[in-house]
């Protein structure tokens, strides 16, 4: 299936690349938004990802783009540690959430719609979904819910699981979302949730604690004015209001961000 990177059009508009400018795509996943910036003007662009899985295809756009591309495997909270004073970057790109290959990688744990052994882990390594899922305490199930998730029915769902596992551990993607749907899909709540799967909140708030994405957004934009030229462009694109509601809170020379 081809890759196709979300607001391409929107991304290039704000950025607009030019011969000889440093890029930075905080958010390499399967290498679109690099490309097209690559392709866009001669310029570089280094990009990061804490996905193991997007190495393998940084390779493939390291072997066209040469020395015009790097890519570096991990986490962009650190990017302050990885740059020297004159790397300084021109434009920065941050997609934020998940990539379509980790949602489409039924093993990854990250989907509803495909069973597999609950993950959700973008590094591949730290405590899982699993662990969340089948450790944690109701209470603390609950708050992570309602945090992440924003969901009104986190206390009811928490119990459930907790009264599921206890019979037996919820091990699968579709374990977990059944229980949820039985429980979110009230009569007062069926209309509220029509447009979207009634797992959909939980699986999001679990995937974001999961792998900790609110601090992560947070701790790179504290760090990013350092490794910005006069005049950098920075975009951000969010896909829910807690992504957008930290961004927010600061204050950077031409940072644009977009809420899809």
């Known amino acids: 299936m081809e890759h196709i990177p979300v607001l391409l059009k929107e991304t290039l508009d704000i950025l607009k690349p030019q011969d000889g400018e440093r890029v930075l795509d905080c958010t ?3 290498g679109g938004h690099s490309r097209a910036i690559l392709d866009s003007a001669n310029c570089y662009v280094c990009a990061i990802d804490r996905d193991p899985d997007a190495e393998r295809r940084a390779l493939e756009v390291k072997q066209l783009y040469g020395k015009r591309f790097d890519f570096i495997h991990t986490n962009f ?13 021109d434009a920065v790109l941050f997609d934020f959430g998940i990539s379509s290959f980790q949602i489409d990688d039924a093993e990854r744990g990250f989907s509803f719609s495909k069973d597999a052994i609950l993950d959700m882990r973008m590094s591949k390594d730290g405590i899982s979904a699993y662990d969340v899922i ?32 206890s019979v037996a551990p919820i091990k699968t993607t ?55 030229n006069n005049g950098a462009k920075i975009v951000t694109i969010a896909f829910h209001a807690l992504e957008d509601r930290v961004e927010s809170t600061f204050k950077i020379c031409s940072f644009t961000w977009i809420l899809v």
């Open 77 to 89: 909270s650190q990017i302050s540690d990885l740059f020297r004073e004159q790397q300084k970057f």
């Open 28 to 30: 390499f996943g399967g």
């Open 134 to 165: 089948n450790k944690f305490s109701e209470q603390e199930l609950a708050d992570i819910i309602w945090t992440y998730g924003n969901e009104p029915r986190s206390r009811q769902i928490a119990y459930k699981i907790t009264k599921a596992r």
């Open 174 to 228: 579709l374990q977990l979302a059944n229980i949820v749907r039985k429980t979110a899909k009230s009569p007062s709540t069926i209309k509220k949730y029509s447009k979207i799967d009634a797992a959909t909140k939980t699986f999001q708030a679990i995937r974001i604690f999961v792998n900790d994405e609110l601090r992560e957004i947070k701790e790179a934009l504290e760090t990013l004015p350092k490794l910005l």
